[in-house]
């Protein structure tokens, strides 16, 4: 699996959007890219995930450049609750082997009101 | 439907003792994991099983063994517990795409 590189942290203030950057410039065209969050030492959560187009569910928006060597993770309208660290995993979708995530150090997102 | 849930969430431990965390999910997933994380730091992958009665070694097995008897519980044992093992660890189960994570289990080895 690719390896990922995100800054350590991050300020964001409530109500504005937070734009949570991940280079990943070693992807491989069949992997994709996830998010995970982890708020305050509990069990990390899926946001989202994508292989090349752009992604919006209900809790964030995933924009993946077109050479697919970066992403960018958006949270519209922060909340203090959206503080947390934010995970950058790119892997196979199913690699039948296991589909386990490996984690790097992500980025801890602070939300200021 | 609980999804993924840890037992105990607590526990200290002396060194040298021995305990299992039980990992148990309703979800009918193939694919569960263990791992830990240490303060400051993200997750890594102790163990995991991409079905029922097997299992396979992550980046930090040693001084750990796990079993998979049943498809809906993945058991985490250690047999000699050492201060190093001090840390929370976390189950995790999934199918194709998205992994499902357990609270966690917040262990000391004193």
């Known amino acids: 699996d690719a390896k990922t590189t995100q800054p350590p942290s991050m300020d964001c203030a409530e109500g504005r959007a937070a734009n949570l950057p991940c280079n990943h410039s070693?992807?491989?065209?069949?992997?994709?890219v996830y998010w995970y969050r982890q708020i305050h030492s509990q069990g990390p959560q899926y946001i989202i995930h994508?292989?090349?187009n752009n992604e919006t569910n209900e809790m964030a928006s995933l924009i993946i450049t077109e050479d697919r060597k970066s992403s960018t993770l958006i949270l519209p309208h922060a909340t203090l609750r959206d503080t947390a660290v934010y995970y950058c995993?790119?892997?196979?979708?199913?690699?039948?082997?296991?589909?386990?995530?490996?984690f790097g150090g992500g980025t801890r997102l602070m939300v200021k009101p | 439907n609980a999804g993924v849930t840890q037992t105990p969430k607590f526990r200290v431990l002396k060194t040298g003792q021995s305990m299992t965390l039980l990992c148990a999910q309703d979800?009918?997933?193939?694919?569960m994991y263990w791992y830990r994380q240490d303060p400051g730091m993200g997750l890594r992958l102790i163990h995991y099983?991409?079905?029922?009665?097997?299992?396979a070694k992550g980046e930090v097995p040693d001084g750990y063994n796990v079993s998979r008897l049943k498809k809906q519980n993945f058991l985490l044992g250690l047999e000699s517990a050492a201060p190093s093992q001090t840390s929370v660890y976390f189950c995790?189960?999934?199918?194709?795409?998205?992994?499902?994570f357990g609270q966690g289990t917040r262990l000391t080895v004193v």
């Open positions: 995790a189960s999934s199918y194709s795409r998205e992994a499902f």
């Open positions: 070693t992807i491989s065209g069949n992997e994709y």
């Open positions: 994508g292989l090349k």
């Open positions: 995993i790119v892997r196979v979708a199913n690699n039948n082997a296991g589909n386990m995530l490996t």
């Open positions: 979800m009918n997933h193939e694919y």
């Open positions: 099983s991409v079905g029922e009665g097997t299992t």
